[in-house]
């Protein structure tokens, strides 16, 4: 449920309404937009009359939200989230970034990777240290000594970073160490204690879409994330698992305007992971800003042949340039006004 404070309402009496409603033990979420003021409310509303909330002197109407998500709901927050990655970057309500880098860190290659992404346009640096993997005999990633090969990047480039965080004890080791954006990848969309831990951080989250998850599944999971107290969520579309074969997964354009639709969190795609394959990474870069995506995260490799995991869908760091012109070509175009 959602109560619209009217725009003559004062400070005390907003606050005393919230006060009123968590008293009879719902948690209440404020999002004060340029417009308005939005009070929503949280827990089994069935027992509120909407009337009453309306004869108050500060509403000016009540709304049921029927979506079981209300932290992440549009309803509740009208205004498009903007997520601080640090260093200067910011996405989210017109803000764009890319997000490029390898897929695990392999060692000091690292830093010829980054300064190349950073050349060519990348504002964040993206690389794994805790890998998973489908199988068990595969490389797992160089822990806690690929975070800090990532975090000596950041600091010579001044980018923040993005790496994957995969166990609930590791986290406050992510917190210490001060990651940038901690990723939850797709097999972890729906590892709830994780889901959980990271809530109770302030640090962004990178949430990616389940294997075969729905967009309201992928929207339950970021509600894990907030109902802890962590705002910070970035959504990423990165495909699914279908009946197609010919692609690692399919690619669904349709998550990026319909996510915009029904939440206020920022939205990024990753073309890599959907195709699986380089010679179709770029195209779905293209169509995934085209669709207005509020970011991209694209693996690059200097020796994608050589790529301990995932070379097949590494861009070379000058694909990924001349893939960065255009993008920014297209996303000129999708935000000139247009008569």
Partial sequence: MIAIVKESATPEQLNHFVKWIESRGYKTNVSKGENETIVG????????????????????????????????????????????CGHGVKIGGGNFQVMAGPCSVEGKNLFEIARAVKDAGATMLRGGAYKPRTSPYSYQGMGEEGLDLLLEASADLDMPIVTEVMDPRDVQLFVDKKIDVMQIGARNSQNFPLLKEVGKTKTPILLKRGIAGTIDELLMAAEYIMSEGNENVILCERGIRTFETRTRNTFDINAIPVLHHLTHLPVVGDPSHATGYTRYVRQVAYAATAAGADGLEIEVHNHPTQAWSDGAQALTPEMFAKATKRIALIREAITTEVD
């Fill in 41 to 84: 409310i949280i827990g089994d509303t069935t027992r509120i009359d909407p009337f009453l909330l309306e004869s108050m002197d500060i509403i000016e109407r009540v709304q049921r939200v029927s979506e079981p998500f209300k932290k992440a709901n549009r309803k509740f927050h009208p205004e498009d989230t903007v997520v601080d």
